[in-house]
């Protein structure tokens, strides 16, 4: 825990065990990292798997989804903004998973993980939350690590291009979802409630899809629906129960920063399983991005809590 806390001298912390905060964080990022790794490894259309995804998720959650629904049901103050945010789940889902068809892990990863910059740019325009200086220092070195990665015409990936815009849409949406998720919250719905009705309603968002883009549902490969079933699991279940726990022990800032992280293990997965060396630009370009996205994330308190509220990927 010294170590954390010379990273962030100025996060509180809790009673909680050193040991079991470090061993839960990094249990995390390793968990979530692995999201774009079996997304890739599945071998199926992006809209298949991210239907897929979010149907299994559903499932799996329904038990403790009803419990919380008994608790805090949906109401017409609060179901519109879930059946939104639902909607922009799915939204991010289909876009992210179908750009590491067409670009880089490394490009997508880092794109994708830009939402901490966005909520704080929607905070600003929609709830008049303006952000300090050292968050548009921020913005202006995310963005400038974005363009690089644009601009790279040599990256990895059929159509960088497009794979980019993709991810780029999936960090703009899944911002959006996690604004009106704090907006259904605060209007009496608990975090299950919320998160559980939101996964249903992006998967039936997500279920016309395949047959509007000419994708069969079935059959694939049973190791297909294995990797599906882990995509589920993993990134969902394990790494996002371990940045919950976390957050109950420490402040938000620090669960925000370790799970920017995410990036790095992603891009150090693909090299070792795909043998995907990001080209010297996109690898400058995701370093920038990286640090202004940090930044941002560290110096914006309304933007972190938002954010890792209901933290997806």
């Not at 992210?96 to 939402?115: D, F, G, K, M």
């Not at 952000?131 to 070195?141: E, N, Q, R």
Request: charged share 5%.
């Amino acid at each position: 825990m010294t170590n954390v806390r010379r990273f962030l001298p100025n996060v509180k912390f809790t009673n909680t065990p050193a040991s079991l905060v470090s061993l839960v964080l990094p249990l995390g990022v390793l968990a979530v990292s692995t999201a774009a790794i079996f997304i890739r490894l599945a071998d199926a259309p992006g809209v298949v798997v991210a239907f897929y995804r979010m149907l299994i998720a559903s499932v799996l959650l329904l038990p403790w989804t009803l419990r919380s629904l008994a608790r805090t049901p949906l109401t017409f103050q609060n179901a519109p903004y879930t059946i939104l945010a639902g909607l922009c789940l799915a939204v991010h889902f289909a876009t992210w998973i179908s750009s590491l068809s067409y670009t880089s892990v490394t490009a997508s990863a880092a794109l994708v993980n830009t939402n901490p910059l966005w909520v704080a740019l929607f905070s600003w325009l929609f709830l008049g939350l303006a952000p300090p200086l050292t968050v548009l220092i921020g913005a202006v070195l995310a963005v400038l690590g974005g363009a690089l990665i644009g601009f790279d015409g040599s990256g990895v990936g059929s159509q960088p291009a497009l794979g980019n815009a993709l991810a780029l849409v999936g960090a703009i949406s899944v911002s959006a979802y996690l604004l009106l998720g704090r907006a259904a919250q605060r209007r009496g719905l608990a975090v299950q409630a919320y998160a559980g009705s939101a996964y249903a309603v992006a998967a039936l968002a997500l279920l016309p899809l395949p047959l509007v883009f000419d994708v069969p549902y079935a059959p694939y490969p049973v190791a297909t629906w294995g990797w599906l079933l882990l995509l589920a699991l993993v990134p969902q279940m394990i790494g996002h129960t371990s940045f919950n726990y976390a957050m109950n022990h420490v402040e938000p800032t620090l669960v925000a920063t370790v799970i920017l992280l995410e990036p790095i293990g992603a891009a150090i997965m693909a090299l070792i399983i795909f043998e995907e060396v990001p080209s010297l630009l996109t690898a400058i370009g995701a370093g920038v991005l990286l640090v202004g996205v940090i930044l941002t994330a560290r110096n914006t308190r309304s933007t972190v809590e938002v954010v890792n509220e209901q933290g997806e990927r």
